[in-house]
């Protein structure tokens, strides 16, 4: 079932809650592909009643990112989740979720604004604003669905932590379900943006990878110091491939370490052909 409006969605919970069903939500921007899938189908397997919403959330784009061009294909994504046993597609419109005056002017709407120490690193460098946007849409999400559990991917690491972080101090009641990174076969962590890729953008896309199994190797074999394991990369990354970062981060607090060990997410971010993919890997 294809719904666009809040009431909607409300009244369809609230009835799924009186017979006592369980409800998960997974939320995506469309343009569903594997990886979505597989969060889906999670969650499917989990939950009596499974909701996806999609939505191109605007205030998650800083000035100059991709907003418009973001591919929407709504028809294909609602077929996708119908096959795949979901209940309600939740596709609000952007006045629908923020209201007509707020989408005019940030001054008149309200922000969840997640921890500076979380945000201010990885993606959270260069995208200024963008976490503050994601955790504002996640929260009303989480509010008008009111889901038992919802299900987000290991691909955006730094997100799930910053949601996570998020649940805990706003103490919002739903469980986080992480869902680890689906791949192509050559390695290529699926992602919507891998739309904008040429074929030769895509085998340079295949450095984000090689990398990280390459530290992980490494590390496997008894190298600990992150700045030895960062020089890995050197070996792989050529003038194709603009690096944005390449960090070792703790897995739950994103803290830096300098010592590699079981619990350190390596993250990676690089532009290909002017596209910007983020992958990560944990070394444990
Ligand atoms: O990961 C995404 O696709 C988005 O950031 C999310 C969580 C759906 C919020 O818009």
New binding site residues.
Partial sequence: MLLHTIKEVREQVKQWKKEGLTVGLV???GALHEGHLSLIQKAVSQCDKVVVSI?V?PI?FCPGEDLDKYPRTLEADTKLCQDAGVSVVFAPTPAEMYGEREMRTNDFLTYVIPPFFHVHKLCGKSRVGHFDG?CT??NKLFNIVQADRAY?GEK?AQ?LSIIRKMVEDLNIPIEIVPCPIIREESGLALSSRNKYLSAEDKVHALALYQILNNIKLCYKKGVTDVQALKETAIFILNEHHDLEYLEFLDDKDLEEVTEANDNTRVFIACKVGGVRLIDNMLLG
């Fill in positions: 939320p995506t921007m939505f959330n998650q994601v849409v996640v987000f955006d997100q």
